[in-house]
């Protein structure tokens, strides 16, 4: 079983900046794929950040420019600095990993992860 727990949400007005993190636990982590999506009231979750297990990144053109995904094996944890955060952003942010390990690449597709936390809200205030 993989548990994934992010947390680092708050509020922050427009312009600031907020670091999340993820971390996993019940399985080898290095060699998968990990992802950042979100979610505002009556949307559906979308992409907005992946990385893959040799730290090729990806990221939604929405956020391209101001977000940062990293991980950090050792620590079992991936991170996504959020800088020059907008209105825009406010979402619940949940962290994603597969279920196959594959380290050279990491998906955008909401369809291609199998497993999500239970998500941190980022609220920017205008």
């Known amino acids: 079983q993989v548990q994934l727990v992010e947390s680092g949400g708050g509020l922050v007005q427009a312009g600031g900046s907020l670091r999340l993190s993820c971390v996993a636990s019940g399985r080898t982590f290095s060699r998968y794929a990990m992802s950042w999506f979100r979610q505002a009231p009556g949307k559906e979750r979308d992409f907005v950040a992946a990385?893959?297990?040799?730290?090729?990144?990806y990221y939604a053109d929405s956020v391209k420019g101001r977000f940062t995904i990293s991980r950090d094996n050792a620590k079992n944890t991936v991170y996504l600095q959020m800088n020059s955060l907008k209105p825009e952003d406010t979402a619940v942010y949940y962290c994603a990993t597969r279920k196959g390990a594959n380290s050279d690449y990491a998906p955008t597709l909401r369809s291609l992860y199998d497993y999500w936390g239970q998500g941190t809200q980022v609220t920017v205030s205008s």
């Open positions: 990385i893959s297990g040799i730290g090729n990144a």
